[in-house]
């Protein structure tokens, strides 16, 4: 009897120190893409070719599943390369990738903030694109860090063909 409590019992200290609880933020969360990141390109500054636990090797926009995440940007120290978080106005997920200068300045101020991927890889009308970066702008932004897999997601681009194809919630 001692050695399966003792056997049950370090399953479960081992299972919880690998354990990520999921951790709802407010934050302020902007968006960038190809004609307004530094310099205009889809480089982001931790590619997974370089041996970062990311996904892409170019900043990118997908579908947003858990899976399939879009790209963001912050201060490495605020989150690491391969963190996932979800938007809840957005209802999508995304996988921290890049770094962001605002970020950086508000980090060091201790307020959370993440830059959202949007768009193509490539140029496009960035009078469009910055109007649709405004659109999904917020100051008291709900975000999740190391969220659930399964939380309902939108999978419609939130900028296609010059268009702002967005949905909030």
Known sequence: MKVSVFVVLACILSYARYAHAATN???????????????????????????????????????????????????????????????????????MEDECGDCDADWKKGKHHIDLWMGPQHTSSSGALNDCEDKVTRDNAIVIVDPPNNLPVETTLMFQNNQCTVKLF
């Open 25 to 95: 933020v407010t934050m302020t969360t902007t968006s960038y893409g190809y004609d307004d990141n530094s310099p205009p390109s889809a480089e982001i500054a931790f590619p997974h070719s370089d041996g970062y636990p990311t996904l892409h090797n170019l900043a990118t926009e997908t579908n947003g599943t858990y899976g399939n995440p879009i790209t963001f940007a912050t201060n490495k120290a605020e989150y690491k390369p391969g963190t996932i978080v979800y938007v809840v106005h957005l209802r999508k997920y995304f996988i």
